[in-house]
């Protein structure tokens, strides 16, 4: 039977009634079965109005969702994000078939996702194709940076190879738990103590306006100093409306941001930040941004400042009782941080990328 794939229009509520409606719960159904495949029950859940509120453009970047059919059924997902602002020339897309068919019919919903997503890159003028899979910590095919590893027999990779994609970079996915870190009060005054040139500043929702300017600058070091492999993505240039939105599109669907930014006590310069994104409902916060400035690394920022996020967690929102992060496999640093934090691995995925010929 065929595959049709088609755009996935979005409604402006989930509960709207008809095709529209039905057609977005699919998706979040399909959704956190796969999230659950990947990364284990409970670990990264978004509920319905959380999913519809991911799936929004911003003046960011555009966000571009297909769903693959054969005949009613939903078989496969095609997601596409692509910027607006920097790195207008690239596409990151996520091929998904559904879990639950065989290698055969997975392998064959791949390849028509794939050559869809270059079918819309082209129109929209991208030349270089990010595409995330699965990956591991070792296989066959080791990332460009020498830190993790992919298959490129994978029904949802070995469409990628065929096409010329290269492994550049494999990020882990970990996840912490509260509970197994009953001494976390002690581990926070040790990380005080060495960084005792530090202050920490805390916040929850949006940037308080006397660091937004600091804040603007950390962010545009984040895609600097960043590690990202052989990939393409450019540096960023942040303003306060792009501050703004990006806080504004990390909250919609009832999420919050919550904030710890280190401050030098004698030039009262911002060193480094952390943020956690609190979901609705569910057990599991959200790491994301994790940076020190290179001039102020070698004092234990990095731990004291996602330390202290944790104990501001249980005593915030106590039901999330644990956090998940990503980080790329050659960030070593950020790594030992994570695994002294209490983080331990529960997946990989690998990044590939597509180069059109010049």
């Known amino acids: 039977m065929q595959i049709d794939i088609r755009p996935l229009a979005l409604p402006e509520r989930v509960d709207e009634r008809g095709a529209v409606g039905d057609e977005l719960r699919a998706s979040h159904d399909f959704n956190e079965r796969a999230n659950a495949a990947r990364y284990g029950g409970g670990i990264y859940v978004n509920t319905l109005v959380e999913h519809l509120a991911s799936l929004r453009s911003t003046r960011d970047g555009r966000v571009d969702r297909l769903l693959a059919w054969r005949g009613e059924r939903l078989v496969g997902v095609l997601t596409l994000y692509s910027p607006l602002l920097d790195s207008t020339d690239m596409t990151e897309v996520t091929i998904e078939p559904a879990l639950e068919l065989g290698d055969a019919e997975q392998h064959e919903i791949a390849e028509a996702l794939v050559a869809r997503a270059h079918e819309e890159a082209a129109r929209d003028g991208r030349s270089t194709i990010v595409a995330s899979t699965v990956g591991a910590a070792t296989g066959p095919v080791t990332a460009r940076t020498g830190f993790g590893a992919g298959d490129p027999a994978h029904p949802d990779t070995a469409p990628l190879v065929a096409r010329g994609y290269e492994l550049e ?190």
Do not use: C
Request: charged letters at 25%; proline letters at 5%.
């Open 169 to 358: 970079q494999v990020y882990r996915v970990s996840v912490a738990d509260l509970a197994a870190l009953p001494d976390l009060e002690q581990r926070h005054a040790a990380a005080l103590a060495r960084a005792d040139g530090y202050e920490l500043l805390r916040w929850a929702g949006e940037t308080p306006d006397g660091h937004r300017e600091a804040m603007r600058g950390l962010h545009e070091r984040m895609s600097t100093d960043a590690p990202v492999a052989g990939l393409g993505w450019e540096p960023e240039v942040w303003d306060d409306a792009r501050l703004a939105e990006f806080e504004r599109s990390k909250q919609e669907g009832g999420r919050v941001l919550l904030t710890v930014a280190a401050r030098e006590r004698a030039t009262g310069e911002l060193a480094g930040f952390t943020t956690l994104i609190l979901p609705l409902t569910g057990a599991t916060a959200r790491q994301h941004d994790t940076l020190v400035t290179k001039p102020h690394r070698g004092h234990g920022l990095g731990m004291l400042m996602k330390l202290d996020n944790l104990l501001r967690l249980r005593e915030l929102r106590p039901e999330l009782v644990r956090v998940v992060t990503w980080n790329a496999e050659e960030n070593r640093p950020m790594l030992r941080v994570n695994e002294a934090s209490g983080f331990l691995p529960v997946a990989y995925e690998a990044q590939w990328q597509w180069k059109a010929a010049t």
